[in-house]
């Protein structure tokens, strides 16, 4: 992703009381922040490390088929590379087509080259990618064990983008897996959607990315006031900026959808220092309570 300088979803939302729910059914940052650890111990998960995007892309996969039993991959060549996405879905018969339907994504890719780093050996080196891709991905791993204990009242799909992060390598775009995702699902077309991208820093800020404000607006505000009346810290009542992210196809497609996303971006973006050390359980934790009270309707 890199900086460049509707819809109202209460009505089919259920209400429902979060803090009624069991303990096994209530969003775990510790849990979230173990989900960044195995992916980081497989490695960096770009295109020229092919046994970690394996390994990586087959415990997401075992994951999710714990919790769901709709779980596809979707391999795709695009820009001379090849690419996994993987979606994952907790249907609710109640819904029609995709009316009352939220998307929930990340990519799970990590960059090629430490391109932030000072020093040139470094900036040859990949991304260990602890907030830049691991961190999406651990939230919506967890939700999925909460979907599966709690049934969401809506239909709700999970979806894992590969090739997000090849953005200005070799004159390649960002969101390769995402725009290869709604080009190939024409059909799919979600009343909503939300962008997970870097939330698991120990200062987390996530401003209103300003593709998300101006496209997705009652969406954004939605989320934002359930933030505030969570006192959700990390989530700022101010602008950011405009971010290219995996939530641009989406919004091209007439998807309202919002990038939660760590802005400005942290020292260590891009760069070789992207570890566990710089994550935090109570970031995710926010972030997670945020989601899931949006998915099950609570204000």
Known sequence: ??????????????????????????????RALQNI????????????????KQNTLRYIQQTLETHSNQVT???FEA?????????????????????????????WDTRPRSDQETSPTKQKMPTPGAN????????????????AANPPPVTLDLVFFDLEDMGNIN???????????????PFYRPSAGVILDMVCDKNLSIPKELYSKTQAPKLLNRIWAIAKAQNATAFRDKDGSYIQDDHIPFLEAGIPTVDLIHYPFPSYWHTSEDTLDKCSSQSLQQVGNVISSLVYGVP
Not at 134 to 144: H, I, N, P, T
Not at 173 to 181: A, K, T, V, Y
């Open 1 to 30: 992703m890199r900086p460049i300088k509707i819809l109202s979803i209460s009505a089919f939302l259920l209400i429902v009381s979060v803090g009624s729910l069991g303990a096994e059914e209530q969003f775990s940052g510790e």
């Open 37 to 52: 650890a195995t992916q980081l111990a497989y490695g960096a998960r770009e295109p020229g490390n092919v046994a970690a």
């Open 73 to 75: 991959s979707q391999t």
């Open 79 to 107: 820009h001379g590379l090849k690419g996994t996405n993987i979606w994952a879905s907790f249907v609710n018969h109640k819904t029609t087509g995709n009316t009352g339907r939220i998307m929930l994504g990340a990519h």
């Open 132 to 147: 830049d891709g691991a961190s999406g991905v651990a939230v919506l791993l967890e939700l999925a064990r909460i979907f």
């Open 171 to 185: 004159n390649l775009p960002f969101s390769i897996g995402s725009r290869e995702f709604i080009s190939r699902n």
